[in-house]
C-alpha cells in the first residue's frame, strides 16, 4: 500500500488553494461586469469581528463626491436582507461597522466572501453599488462531529485495510481551514488522506500491523485535525477500537454516488432515494445498517436514512432559495466492523414559490406640472428569489396615468412622466405597480404609490365676462357700491389669490380714479363721488384682475358706467321772459276768433327721458274762461269770442312741470292786453307803473336835498354846483327816456293756425356802447307788433311810441334812430 507523505499532503493544500485564488478572480470579473451600468462602485475588504464604530472607509473620497453632496443628498444605504452590517456616516463622509459581523454566519465556506448594497442619493437620483469582502479570521478551531468514535475490528483483518474516519469542521477558510490530520500513536495505525475531486478530503486509516486480540482486546488512538491560522488551532477525537473475531468480508455499495432529484416544499416522508450495500457473509456479520456518520445539523433537520432499510426520505421543508444542492455521505457497516461509504447527491428542483418583492428606492411624492416628459418620479427595486423563468419578473402600471416603467439597472426600475401634466385638471394620480414573474402558476405583487401634482402659475385669472354695464344713478353719494367684479383663477394657493386694480386714464381731462374706485381684494367697484347726469352721461374703463403668482398673470375687464337721470332740475321757462324793469304783454284784439294763438310759454328742462317731459297748466287768470293752455306744447289761446265785457288787463299763471318723481315745477306770468289800439292798453296799465314812477320821484328829491344840503356849506360854490346839477339834470332826463325795447322774441316760430300775434321772423339789431346815449338801434320791417312794452317814467312816453309805431308802420321804409 502507498503511503501519503507530508509532503504531498502540502502539494495538494497548495493546489487545493490556487484553485480557490483562480475562483475569485472568475468571480471578482463577473460583479465588475455586473455592475457597468452603475454610477459608480466601490470596493473595501475588511476582516471579521470588528468592533461596532470600526472605519471602513472613506465613501465619498473614493466615489469623488463631496461630504455636502451626500448630506443634501440624503444619501442613505439600501442593502437587502434583514441586517444592515454597516452605516453610513453622511457627515464624514464614512462608511463604519453597525453590528458584528460573522464571516461564517455570512458565507459559511463559500470565498470570496461578500455583501454588496446601494447607496442612494436623491436630486438628482444617483446610485453607488459598494462591495465589502470579508476576510477571514482564525477564530474557529476544528471541530469533530463527536467526542468520541468507536470501532469494532476482526482480529483477521489483513494488513491495508482502510477504516474510513470522521473528518473534522472548520468554519474558517483558506489558512485557517484545517491543514493537516495527525493520528497518535502509530503502532498499528497509519493515517491516510485522499483529496477527493469535490475538494473534499476524506480520512482513512490504514492498518500497518496485524491486530492480535488475545495480546490486547482494545485500542485508543487520538485523531488530531489543525489549521494553518495565527494562532494555530487544533481540534481531537478518541478513536476506541475493538478487536472482535474475523469478519472475512465488508460490506460493498451498489453505487459509489447516488443522484436524487426532489422537488422544493415536498411534504414530509417524500423518498428521496434508497442506498443499497450488499455484504458475502452470513449471519450478523452479513447484516448491513446504514449511517450518516458526517452529517451537518441542518442536514440532519431536513433528511431522514431507515437504518435498516437504507431509504432516504424528507423529514422537514426544503427550500431552493436556502440551498440549491445537498452531499449525504452514507455509510454501510456490518456487525463486523467493516463499512463501505457512497456518496448521495440530492438536486432540489426550484417551485415558484416567492412572490417578487418589490423595495422603493426612492420616490418624489410631489412633481411640479411644468415638468417635462421623461421626468423621474421613482426609484424601485424588483427581486425574485426564484430562478429561471420562475425569477423572470415584468413590471407595469395601470394604463390610466401618464406615467411609464423604464428600466435602467438590473433589477432596477424608474418611473418617468409620459406627458405634460396639468394640475388643473387632476391634481393628483394613484399609481398601481404590478410585478409579475413568468412562473406557472405565475405569482404577482402589488404597491400603491401617491404622486401629487404642485402648482405653477400658468392660469390667469378670468372674468365672468370681457365687459361689463352697470347703471347708476345720479346724485348718488361718495361711496356707493356699483356692483361688485369677481374673477376666478384655476391655480392653487398663491398663484389663485387675486387682486384688482384699476387702470388709471382720463375721462373727459378727468382722472378715472376721481371717480371710482376698486377695492383690490374684494373687486367692489365704488363711486368716488356724486355723479350728475346733465355733466357726464356715462364713461368706461378697465379693471385688471392679477394673480399673486411668479410671474404674475393677469386679465382685463371692460366697465361702463351708465348715468341714470334723476329729476333734480326743475323746469326753465325761457318764454316770456320775466324782467324787473318793463312789463311785457301779450296784445289779444277783441275781434279774435276763437283757438286765437296769444303767446307760447317755452321751457325747458336739461334732464332727459320722462324727467324731461313737460306739461302746461293754467293755474290762474283774470278769466278763466277765455284763455287755455296747451298741456303738451304751452301754447295760450282763446277758447271763446272775445267780448266787450272781458278786461283789458289779463294776467295769467302757467305753471310748467315735468313728468319725474316727484315732479319738480316753475311758474310763469303772462300779461295779456285784451284792445284793439295802444292808448286803450296805455291807460290800463298805467297802474302797474305807479310804483315805478314813486321810486324815480323818490330817488330825484334825495338828489336834490344832497344839493341843497351842500350849497349851504359851500357858498363860494353855489353857482357852479347849480350849473353842473342843471347840466347833469338835463343829461339824466335824456338818459332815463328808455325806447321800447323787445326783451326775448322765440328765434322762429309760426301758428299753426293762421290765426295767432306772431307768424313771422321780427328781426332787430341793437348796437351798444359803454354809454348808452351814444347807442345806435336798427329795426328792420315786421309784419305786426303784438307786443307792448310800457314806459312808466313819463306819460309823454306814450306819444313817443305812437310816432314811433306809425313810422314803424310804413311799409318798406326802416326806422334809424341815432342819438349822440
Same mark, same amino acid.
Given at each position: 500500500?502507498?503511503?501519503?507523505?507530508?509532503?504531498?499532503?502540502?502539494?495538494?493544500?497548495?493546489?487545493?488553494?490556487?484553485?480557490?485564488?483562480?475562483?475569485?478572480?472568475l468571480?471578482?470579473?463577473?460583479?465588475?461586469?455586473?455592475?457597468?451600468?452603475?454610477?459608480?462602485?466601490?470596493r473595501?475588504?475588511?476582516?471579521?469581528?470588528?468592533?461596532?464604530?470600526?472605519?471602513?472607509?472613506?465613501?465619498?473620497?473614493?466615489?469623488g463626491?463631496?461630504?455636502t453632496?451626500?448630506?443634501?443628498?440624503?444619501?442613505?444605504?439600501?442593502?437587502?436582507?434583514?441586517r444592515q452590517?454597516?452605516?453610513?456616516?453622511?457627515?464624514?463622509?464614512?462608511?463604519?461597522?453597525?453590528e458584528?459581523?460573522?464571516?461564517e454566519?455570512?458565507?459559511?465556506?463559500?470565498?470570496?466572501c461578500?455583501?454588496?448594497?446601494d447607496?442612494?442619493l436623491?436630486?438628482?437620483?444617483?446610485?453607488?453599488?459598494?462591495?465589502v469582502?470579508?476576510?477571514?479570521?482564525?477564530?474557529?478551531s476544528?471541530?469533530?462531529?463527536?467526542?468520541?468514535?468507536k470501532?469494532?475490528?476482526i482480529?483477521?483483518?489483513?494488513?491495508?485495510?482502510?477504516?474510513s474516519?470522521?473528518?473534522?469542521?472548520?468554519?474558517?477558510?483558506?489558512?485557517?481551514?484545517?491543514?493537516?490530520?495527525?493520528?497518535?500513536?502509530?503502532?498499528?495505525?497509519?493515517?491516510?488522506?485522499?483529496n477527493?475531486?469535490?475538494?473534499?478530503?476524506s480520512?482513512?486509516?490504514?492498518?500497518?500491523?496485524?491486530?492480535d486480540?488475545?495480546k490486547?482486546?482494545?485500542?485508543?488512538?487520538?485523531?488530531?485535525a489543525?489549521?494553518?491560522?495565527?494562532p494555530?488551532?487544533?481540534g481531537?477525537?478518541r478513536?476506541?477500537?475493538?478487536?472482535?473475531?474475523?469478519n472475512d468480508?465488508a460490506?460493498v455499495c451498489?453505487?459509489?454516488?447516488?443522484?436524487?432529484?426532489?422537488?422544493e416544499?415536498?411534504?414530509?416522508?417524500?423518498l428521496?432515494?434508497?442506498?443499497?450495500a450488499?455484504?458475502?457473509?452470513?449471519?450478523?456479520?452479513?447484516d448491513?445498517?446504514?449511517?450518516?456518520?458526517?452529517?451537518?445539523?441542518g442536514?440532519?433537520?431536513?433528511?431522514?436514512?431507515?437504518?435498516?432499510?437504507?431509504?432516504?426520505?424528507?423529514k422537514?421543508?426544503?427550500?431552493?432559495?436556502?440551498s440549491?444542492i445537498?452531499?449525504?455521505?452514507?455509510?454501510a457497516?456490518?456487525?463486523g466492523?467493516?463499512?463501505?461509504?457512497?456518496?448521495?447527491?440530492?438536486?432540489?428542483?426550484?417551485?415558484?414559490?416567492?412572490?417578487?418583492?418589490?423595495?422603493?428606492?426612492?420616490?418624489s411624492?410631489?412633481?411640479?406640472?411644468?415638468?417635462?416628459?421623461?421626468?423621474?418620479?421613482?426609484?424601485?427595486?424588483?427581486?425574485?428569489?426564484?430562478?429561471?423563468?420562475?425569477?423572470?419578473?415584468k413590471?407595469s402600471?395601470?394604463?390610466?396615468?401618464?406615467?411609464?416603467?423604464e428600466?435602467?439597472?438590473?433589477?432596477y426600475?424608474?418611473?418617468?412622466?409620459?406627458?405634460?401634466? $396639468?394640475? !388643473?385638471? %387632476?391634481?393628483?394620480?394613484?399609481?398601481? /405597480? =404590478?410585478?409579475? +414573474?413568468?412562473? #406557472? *402558476?405565475? &405569482? @404577482?405583487?402589488?404597491?400603491?404609490?401617491?404622486v401629487k401634482v404642485?402648482?405653477?402659475?400658468?392660469?390667469?385669472p378670468?372674468?365672468?365676462?370681457?365687459?361689463?354695464?352697470?347703471m347708476v344713478?345720479?346724485?348718488?353719494?361718495?361711496?356707493?357700491?356699483?356692483?361688485?367684479l369677481?374673477?376666478?383663477?384655476a391655480?392653487?394657493?398663491?398663484?389663485?389669490r387675486v387682486s384688482y386694480f384699476?387702470?388709471?386714464?382720463?375721462?373727459?381731462?378727468?382722472?378715472?380714479?376721481?371717480?371710482v374706485?376698486?377695492?383690490?381684494?374684494s373687486?367692489v367697484?365704488?363711486?368716488a363721488?356724486?355723479? $350728475?347726469? !346733465?355733466? %357726464?352721461?356715462?364713461?368706461?374703463?378697465n /379693471? =385688471?384682475?392679477? +394673480?399673486a403668482g #411668479? *410671474?404674475? &398673470? @393677469?386679465s382685463?375687464?371692460?366697465?361702463?358706467?351708465?348715468?341714470?337721470?334723476?329729476n333734480?332740475?326743475?323746469p326753465?321757462?325761457?318764454?316770456?321772459?320775466q324782467?324787473?324793469?318793463?312789463?311785457?304783454?301779450?296784445?289779444?284784439?277783441?275781434?279774435?276768433?276763437?283757438?286765437?294763438?296769444?303767446?307760447?310759454?317755452?321751457?325747458?328742462?336739461?334732464?332727459?327721458?320722462?324727467?324731461?317731459?313737460?306739461?302746461?297748466?293754467?293755474?290762474?287768470?283774470?278769466?278763466?274762461?277765455?284763455?287755455?293752455?296747451?298741456?303738451?306744447n304751452g301754447?295760450?289761446?282763446?277758447?271763446r269770442?272775445?267780448?266787450?265785457?272781458?278786461?283789458?288787463?289779463?294776467?295769467?299763471?302757467?305753471t310748467?312741470?315735468?313728468?319725474g318723481?316727484?315732479?319738480?315745477?316753475?311758474t310763469?306770468?303772462?300779461?295779456?292786453?285784451?284792445?284793439?289800439?295802444f292808448?286803450?292798453?296805455?291807460?290800463?296799465?298805467?297802474?302797474?307803473?305807479?310804483?315805478?314812477?314813486?321810486?324815480?320821484?323818490?330817488?330825484?328829491?334825495?338828489?336834490?336835498?344832497?344839493?341843497?344840503v351842500?350849497f349851504?356849506?359851500?357858498t363860494?360854490?353855489?353857482?357852479?354846483i347849480?350849473v353842473k346839477?342843471?347840466?347833469?339834470?338835463?343829461?339824466?332826463?335824456?338818459y332815463?327816456?328808455?325806447?321800447?325795447?323787445?326783451?326775448?322774441?322765440?328765434?322762429?316760430?309760426?301758428?299753426?293756425?293762421g290765426?295767432g300775434?306772431?307768424?313771422?321772423v321780427?328781426?332787430?339789431?341793437?348796437?351798444?356802447?359803454?354809454?348808452?346815449?351814444?347807442?345806435?338801434?336798427?329795426?328792420?320791417?315786421?309784419?305786426s307788433?303784438n307786443?307792448?312794452i310800457?314806459?312808466?317814467?313819463?306819460t309823454?312816453?306814450?306819444q313817443?311810441?305812437?310816432?314811433?309805431?306809425?313810422?314803424?308802420?310804413?311799409?318798406?321804409?326802416?326806422?334809424?334812430?341815432?342819438?349822440?
Open positions: 500500500m502507498e503511503r501519503i507523505t507530508s509532503a504531498s499532503i502540502v502539494g495538494s493544500m497548495m493546489w487545493m488553494t490556487a484553485l480557490r485564488g483562480r475562483w475569485r478572480v468571480v471578482f470579473i463577473l460583479c465588475l461586469a455586473e455592475l457597468r451600468s452603475v454610477t459608480g462602485q466601490a473595501y475588504s475588511i476582516p471579521e469581528e470588528q468592533a461596532e464604530g470600526s472605519v471602513v472607509g472613506n465613501i465619498a473620497k473614493d466615489l463626491l463631496d461630504v453632496r451626500l448630506v443634501s443628498g440624503k444619501a442613505r444605504i439600501m442593502m437587502k436582507g434583514g452590517y454597516v452605516d453610513l456616516n453622511r457627515d464624514k463622509g464614512t462608511l463604519v461597522i453597525k458584528r459581523v460573522d464571516r454566519e455570512l458565507c459559511g465556506k463559500t470565498t470570496p461578500s455583501f454588496s448594497f447607496v442612494i436623491e436630486n438628482p437620483i444617483q446610485l453607488y453599488r459598494v462591495t469582502e470579508i476576510v477571514d479570521i482564525n477564530d474557529n476544528p471541530l469533530f462531529p463527536k467526542h468520541e468514535m470501532l469494532d475490528i482480529e483477521s483483518v489483513v494488513t491495508g485495510t482502510r477504516f474516519l470522521t473528518t473534522a469542521d472548520d468554519p474558517d477558510v483558506s489558512v485557517n481551514d484545517i491543514q493537516k490530520y495527525t493520528l497518535k500513536p502509530t503502532d498499528n495505525f497509519e493515517l491516510e488522506i485522499k477527493q475531486q469535490d475538494g473534499e478530503r480520512i482513512e486509516m490504514v492498518l500497518q500491523k496485524p491486530l486480540r488475545e490486547e482486546e482494545s485500542h485508543t488512538l487520538v485523531l488530531v489543525s489549521d494553518g491560522g495565527e494555530h488551532r487544533s481531537t477525537v478513536i476506541h477500537i475493538t478487536v472482535l473475531d474475523a468480508n460490506p451498489s453505487q459509489s454516488v447516488y443522484k436524487a432529484d426532489v422537488r416544499n415536498s411534504p414530509a416522508g417524500t428521496v432515494t434508497t442506498v443499497h450488499h455484504d458475502a457473509d452470513s449471519g450478523l456479520y452479513g448491513v445498517t446504514y449511517h450518516l456518520p458526517h452529517v451537518t445539523k442536514e440532519n433537520q431536513l433528511f431522514d436514512l431507515n437504518l435498516k432499510s437504507g431509504e432516504i426520505r424528507v422537514s421543508k426544503l427550500d431552493y432559495e436556502q440549491k445537498y452531499q449525504l455521505k452514507v455509510q457497516r456490518d456487525h466492523g467493516l463499512a463501505d461509504t457512497c456518496k448521495v447527491v440530492i438536486q432540489i428542483i426550484d417551485e415558484n414559490d416567492n412572490v417578487p418583492a418589490i423595495q422603493m428606492m426612492s420616490l411624492n410631489t412633481i411640479p406640472e411644468d415638468s417635462p416628459p421623461g421626468t423621474t418620479v421613482a426609484v424601485f427595486n424588483v427581486d425574485d428569489e426564484d430562478s429561471d423563468l420562475n425569477g423572470i419578473v413590471c402600471l395601470n394604463s390610466d396615468v401618464p406615467f411609464k416603467i428600466s435602467s439597472l438590473s433589477g426600475y424608474t418611473i418617468v412622466t409620459e406627458d405634460f401634466l $396639468d394640475r !388643473e385638471s %387632476i391634481s393628483e394620480y394613484n399609481l398601481t /405597480i =404590478t410585478v409579475s +414573474d413568468q412562473g #406557472s *402558476p405565475p &405569482l @404577482s405583487s402589488h404597491k400603491h404609490i401617491n404642485s402648482d405653477v402659475n400658468d392660469c390667469p378670468k372674468f365672468d365676462q370681457s365687459q361689463y354695464s352697470k344713478p345720479e346724485n348718488n353719494s361718495p361711496g356707493f357700491s356699483v356692483f361688485t369677481s374673477a376666478s383663477d391655480d392653487w394657493g398663491q398663484n389663485s384699476l387702470e388709471e386714464k382720463e375721462v373727459n381731462g378727468v382722472a378715472v380714479s376721481s371717480l374706485s376698486v377695492n383690490s381684494e373687486g367697484v365704488q363711486a363721488r356724486s355723479f $350728475d347726469y !346733465e355733466q %357726464i352721461k356715462w364713461f368706461e374703463f /379693471i =385688471t384682475a392679477r +394673480d #411668479s *410671474p404674475l &398673470l @393677469s382685463v375687464a371692460t366697465v361702463k358706467i351708465l348715468i341714470q337721470d334723476q333734480d332740475n326743475p326753465q321757462v325761457l318764454y316770456p321772459v324782467t324787473g324793469g318793463s312789463l311785457v304783454a301779450e296784445m289779444v284784439p277783441r275781434s279774435a276768433d276763437v283757438g286765437y294763438l296769444v303767446t307760447k310759454v317755452v321751457a325747458v328742462d336739461v334732464d332727459s327721458g320722462q324727467n324731461a317731459w313737460l306739461s302746461y297748466k293754467l293755474q290762474r287768470a283774470t278769466d278763466r274762461p277765455l284763455f287755455e293752455v296747451g298741456l303738451q301754447e295760450i289761446r282763446t277758447i269770442q272775445v267780448t266787450d265785457k272781458d278786461a283789458v288787463k289779463q294776467r295769467l299763471s302757467v310748467v312741470e315735468d313728468n318723481q316727484p315732479s319738480r315745477s316753475a310763469v306770468i303772462v300779461n295779456v292786453a285784451v284792445a284793439d289800439s292808448p286803450e292798453v296805455m291807460s290800463e296799465f298805467t297802474d302797474f307803473t305807479q310804483d315805478k314812477e314813486y321810486n324815480d320821484n323818490l330817488t330825484f328829491y334825495l338828489v336834490l336835498a344832497l344839493a341843497v351842500s349851504l356849506f359851500i363860494c360854490l353855489v353857482v357852479i347849480s346839477i342843471y347840466r347833469w339834470r338835463q343829461s339824466r332826463v335824456l332815463h327816456s328808455n325806447l321800447p325795447v323787445i326783451p326775448y322774441y322765440p328765434p322762429r316760430y309760426s301758428d299753426t293756425l290765426t300775434t306772431l307768424q313771422h321780427y328781426n332787430y339789431e341793437v348796437c351798444r356802447t359803454t354809454d348808452s346815449r351814444k347807442s345806435d338801434c336798427k329795426f328792420g320791417r315786421a309784419g307788433q307786443v307792448l310800457m314806459d312808466p317814467s313819463s309823454g312816453t306814450m313817443r311810441m305812437q310816432s314811433e309805431k306809425s313810422i314803424l308802420d310804413e311799409p318798406d321804409s326802416p326806422l334809424e334812430v341815432s342819438s349822440s
